[in-house]
Nanobody, 121 residues
Framework: QVQLVESGGGLVQSGGSLRLSCVAT????????MDWYRQAPGKQRELVAS???????NYGESVKGRVAVARDKTKNAVSLQLNSLKSEDTAVYYC???????????????WGQGTQVTVSS
């Protein structure tokens, strides 16, 4: 069974930094895109960062200049460095991977369980 496991969330003061990690495990053939999304209470889930297998990166407008996404293709992993955190960055952060598996060669998207990031002012 393929799954995504996030880690690195927690409580941080305004202006601080956090690094989130996500690893995809299981019978994976290939991963085309790995994304980070976030969802704050009462708000829609929004894109934070996306990186594809060619290394092309997109950032959400609300975080541009404050975050950096990186991918380790050898480990099926992606990380998200969050800097200059603000209270409005408080949310559950989700990892998503668009991938093909040995058991399902058609492309599909899987989500992690999410990791909470809380920024105190």
């Amino acid at each position: 069974q393929v799954q995504l496991v996030e880690s690195g969330g927690g409580l941080v003061q305004s202006g601080g930094s956090l690094r989130l990690s996500c690893v995809a495990t299981g019978r994976i053939l290939s991963i085309s895109v790995m994304d980070w999304y976030r969802q704050a209470p009462g708000k829609q889930r929004e894109l934070v960062a996306s990186i594809n297998d060619g290394g092309n990166i997109n950032y959400g407008e609300s975080v541009k200049g404050r975050v950096a996404v990186a991918r380790d293709k050898t480990k099926n992993a992606v990380s998200l460095q969050l800097n200059s955190l603000k209270s409005e960055d408080t949310a559950v952060y989700y990892c998503r991977a668009t991938l093909k598996t040995i058991d399902e060669p058609r492309s599909q998207s899987l989500w992690g369980q999410g990791t909470q990031v809380t920024v105190s002012s």
